[in-house]
Structures are given as structure tokens and as C-alpha cells.
């Protein structure tokens, strides 16, 4: 079974969620822990579609001037 890239919205949605519930001290301690990591790495999904979608956008306007 493959797993489906996930997307940069989904991505910040899932971070403001967790956010949410570590400002409205609804995350138990023990689930704190976790639930920073996964932001850890949602954070890297979002830079690294950030970068590729720079890049892409950097290669499109250089196709242009050309």
C-alpha cells in the first residue's frame, strides 16, 4: 500500500490544530512530547514544498525571458 504525499495546506492545517490544542492545554503531558515532533515534521514537509515550488516558479520565469 502507498502512502499519499500529504499536501502543504494539509500540512498547516494539521500544525494549527496541534497548536490549538497546546494553547488551550488540551494536550495531556504525555501527548506533548508527540505532538511537537509531528509539528517538527510537518514544518520540514512545508519548507521542502516551499523550496520546490521556488524553484519551479524561478525555472518558469527563466523559460520566459528566454
Do not use: P
Not at 34 to 63: A, M
Amino acid at each position: 500500500m502507498t502512502k499519499k504525499k500529504m499536501g502543504y495546506v494539509e500540512a498547516i492545517t494539521e500544525i494549527e490544530d496541534i497548536l490549538a490544542k497546546i494553547e488551550d492545554n488540551r494536550l495531556d503531558v504525555d501527548e506533548l512530547a508527540e505532538q511537537v515532533k509531528r509539528v517538527s515534521i510537518l514544518l520540514k514537509v512545508c519548507k521542502e514544498k516551499l523550496h520546490n515550488t521556488e524553484i519551479e516558479v524561478e525555472n518558469i520565469l527563466k523559460e520566459i525571458e528566454e
